[in-house]
């Protein structure tokens, strides 16, 4: 997906994703891995692209690197 408002980038590497377009919706029931501030590998997931939310399903690890977070730049 791509970077928004105070938002990164999303990167998501699987061998097989069904995509309906018509839903705004992708899945798979394979493995996968991503990464944006976050490093993510887990085993199946649904993602709303309209909602932006990301289900993940089994076998879920991850890391977050503070330092790839996206800074806020708003004054205070």
């Not at 990164?8 to 919706?25: A, F, K, R």
Request: without cysteine; glycine residues 4%; proline residues 4%.
């Amino acid at each position: 997906m791509a970077a928004y408002a105070d938002h990164s980038e999303m990167v998501m590497i699987t061998t097989y994703l069904h995509v309906i377009p018509d839903d705004n919706i992708a899945k798979t029931d394979r493995g996968h891995h991503y990464h944006a501030a976050t490093v993510v590998n887990a085993v199946g997931l649904e993602l709303n692209s309209e909602t932006r939310v990301l289900k993940l399903f089994s076998q879920v690890r991850g890391t977050y690197d503070p330092n790839k977070a996206p800074k806020n730049d708003a004054k205070k």
